[in-house]
């Protein structure tokens, strides 16, 4: 009886010393077929959101439907095979390892935006990917049961707004924030007992990235409390990376924080300077010619810097405009007598350089700085900017 004990334990420290010493797979071997599409070149691309690039990992000619791939990935990524020269593509959770995938064209969803300057392709819905232990977490939030009944919701408002009256609209409007407060609700609950189910997943990064995109409102706290669940492999993933630089810059911009400076064009090209503003009461003043909320709002500041600008309020106007016939043109018409700057867009399709640095999310948008520079007030409303104006300076 000892004698098959002492065996039985040699056996599990054979097992345990055979399992450490298995290494974790350092390249990825992708295999794969596809109906409906017999020759051309696929590429495995990986998309960067912060400047919006993309880089192709490897590639490979299509023969006879079928394609290999085979590369190292410095962690797990969501990812697009693409089809070519006809912009055929399926998305998948990309890690190092051995994976299948299994697609057939049929039911796949075309779009044309040619005639925007975008490209005409096709999203393949039906495929099956295999040995991507990532891509399988994936699908559990794509394939939850709730998720598809939200999903078919808002399939149907669509289906009903495209058909509806003016007046149906208007309802239906009430009827579809309601299912999407609902939505968010569920959606936050479920990332979040995902991450604590799952800490060391990049794909509990890339869902909650995903979440943050349309909700960049969420209390700072919020954001600190759930970024710090991350462990090991998810906080070097690329959307870790991008929700901790964002949280960083949130900090900054946080009140009682001296606000980033800037140097900006003035309509005569001389150069303006935000830190040459210290000793007075800041508003800067997010804008464009063609946001007509902006446009709105003008003549209520006017009244405002009339009443207010010999206290010691100054405003600066950051145009969101990259034509400047157009700005020129709205500034000729508002005839606004404060300062006035331009944004720039160093990088092409990309967000303002000082909107970037300010986190602007939509227009118009308020920033109040005090005296020494700091900040007041961050994207609050027109009437709270207007009330700690006038507290300050009365």
Known sequence: MRRIQKIGVCLLLLFVTVACTQKKKTEFHLKGTIKGIETGQIKLVQFDDTDRTSTTIDSAELKNGSFELKGKLDNPQMMRLIFVPKNWSLSLFMENANITVEGDTTGAEHYDYSGYGGEAGAIIKTYTVKGSASHDLFLTYEGDAQKKKFDGAFAELNKKYADATVEEQEALHATSD????????????????????????????????????????????????????????????????????????????????????????????????????????????????????????????????????????EIVSVTNDNDWKAWFRALEQEKMPWIQVADEFPVKNMPSRIGTQYMIPYLPSYVLLDTKGKIVFHNASEEDTTKEIEKRLN
């Open 178 to 313: 309601s299912v999407r407060r609902q939505y968010k609700q569920w959606e936050e609950n479920w990332i979040n007992e995902f991450i604590h189910t799952n800490p060391s997943s990049a794909v509990g990064a890339y869902l909650f990235r995903n979440y943050y995109q349309f909700n960049e409102d969420m209390p700072l706290e919020k954001m600190e409390s759930t970024l710090a669940l991350f462990k090991e492999e998810a906080l070097s993933s690329p959307y870790y990376v991008q929700l901790d630089a964002d949280l960083k810059k949130r900090i900054a911009l946080s009140p009682g924080n001296v606000a980033p400076d800037f140097t900006a064009l003035r309509p005569d090209s001389t150069e303006f300077t935000l830190s040459s503003t210290r000793g007075k009461l800041v508003l800067i003043d997010f804008w464009a010619s063609w946001c007509v909320p902006c446009r709105k709002a003008i003549p209520h500041w006017k009244e405002v810097y009339a009443k207010y600008h010999e206290k010691g309020l």
